[in-house]
């Protein structure tokens, strides 16, 4: 009898190995069509354990993004890299002053194989004044 490559998580452990192997394999390009069904059957196991184990109802977008960012001991920077945006953008995110768009919501879904629901949820930003143009002063 065969032994099945992935099993259903049962513990935090295989949880986050399932989440390295899922980032390893999107690095790596998904091509054959071997790959992608196992990319959708990482994807779907993750979030069958997410959907049993974290309440993401708790946390806003960014301080769930905060949170799994520290869980990987991730910088803003490496972020800001494997979504190919700036790191000023990742910062004015990360600080409230930015949205998360649709297309980042895909990218951080991807990358932290989490439902897109889970960042796609309304918070607040903080509020910025627009800077004042300067008012020209003749002698």
């Not at 993750?46 to 109802?57: C, K, L, P, V, Y």
């Not at 905060?66 to 700036?86: C, P, Q």
């Amino acid at each position: 009898m065969e032994t099945l490559k992935y099993k259903v998580i049962k513990s935090k452990t295989q949880y986050n190995a399932y989440c390295k192997a899922l980032e390893t394999l999107l690095e790596s390009g998904v091509k054959s069509k071997a790959a992608k069904d196992e990319v959708d059957l990482l994807t779907l196991l993750i979030e069958t354990w997410d959907q049993a184990h974290n309440n993401f109802d708790d946390l806003d977008p960014v301080q769930l993004l905060i949170s799994l960012m520290a869980e990987r001991n991730m910088k803003a920077n490496a972020l800001a890299d494997k979504l190919g945006v700036s790191k000023g953008l990742i910062s004015d995110i990360l600080n409230y002053k930015k949205g998360i768009s649709k297309e980042i919501i895909r990218g951080l879904s991807n990358l932290f194989a989490v439902s897109h629901e889970a960042f796609n949820r309304h918070y607040d930003l903080e509020h910025v004044e627009p800077k004042r143009k300067r008012e020209l002063v003749y002698a």
